[in-house]
């Protein structure tokens, strides 16, 4: 017996796999333009923005496939990451803990968001938490990789990006629902 998919499960496929590439295309646009800062390896990306955005609007499953497919284009050796760079010297650098931290971030937010849905401060909750996630990966990696106090590697790679993820935070928790609405009307 052949298993028939509907054209309409077909189409809602079709949509969630462009989404990923949409998302996935996003992080890849804007996490290369970085800056860099004098005292830290790790630069200014918006790439944690995107996937705010990403997991808020699309859910965890196909948030999660954005960030998945970001890395294994980047590991492949597409210049998607900061500064343009990619291959995995990139991910076993500096800086390859708080890359890998972006699924622990897409996974816990993405937890509470859709176990809270509709609730902003739910949401906001998720990503704070997930971001936490992913600053303690990155930073355990961060002092592995330069033989640093775990204290010292969070005072240069964690410190100074607070009040900038803060903002991100908020701003995807304003567009957040906005996108997610529009997204929903479209399926």
């Given at each position: 017996m052949k298993n028939h998919i509907s054209a309409t499960e077909s189409r809602h496929k079709t949509r969630l796999l462009s989404a990923a590439g949409l998302m996935t295309a996003a992080l890849c646009i804007t996490a290369p333009f970085s800056i860099p800062l004098p005292f830290?390896?790790?630069?200014?990306?918006?790439?944690?923005l995107v996937i705010f955005i990403s997991v808020y609007t699309l859910g965890t499953k196909i948030g999660t496939l954005s960030v998945l497919l970001y890395l294994a284009l980047g590991a492949a050796g597409l210049p998607v990451f900061s500064g343009f760079g990619g291959g995995l010297g990139k991910l076993a650098g500096p800086t390859g803990g708080y890359l890998a931290g972006f699924l622990f971030l897409s996974l816990i937010q993405g937890y509470v968001t859709e176990h809270w849905p509709g609730k902003r401060t739910c949401a906001v909750t998720g990503m704070f938490l997930g971001m936490c996630v992913c600053y303690a990966f990155g930073t355990a990696w961060l002092s592995w990789q330069t033989g640093q106090p775990f204290t010292a590697s969070l005072a240069i790679g964690v410190l100074?990006?607070?009040?900038?993820?803060?903002?991100?935070i908020a701003a995807a928790a304003i567009t957040g629902p906005r996108l997610r609405a529009a997204?929903?009307?479209?399926?």
């Amino acid at each position: 017996m052949k298993n028939h998919i509907s054209a309409t499960e077909s189409r809602h496929k079709t949509r969630l796999l462009s989404a990923a590439g949409l998302m996935t295309a996003a992080l890849c646009i804007t996490a290369p333009f970085s800056i860099p800062l004098p005292f830290s390896p790790v630069p200014l990306t918006l790439a944690n923005l995107v996937i705010f955005i990403s997991v808020y609007t699309l859910g965890t499953k196909i948030g999660t496939l954005s960030v998945l497919l970001y890395l294994a284009l980047g590991a492949a050796g597409l210049p998607v990451f900061s500064g343009f760079g990619g291959g995995l010297g990139k991910l076993a650098g500096p800086t390859g803990g708080y890359l890998a931290g972006f699924l622990f971030l897409s996974l816990i937010q993405g937890y509470v968001t859709e176990h809270w849905p509709g609730k902003r401060t739910c949401a906001v909750t998720g990503m704070f938490l997930g971001m936490c996630v992913c600053y303690a990966f990155g930073t355990a990696w961060l002092s592995w990789q330069t033989g640093q106090p775990f204290t010292a590697s969070l005072a240069i790679g964690v410190l100074p990006y607070l009040p900038g993820d803060a903002l991100k935070i908020a701003a995807a928790a304003i567009t957040g629902p906005r996108l997610r609405a529009a997204v929903r009307q479209c399926s």
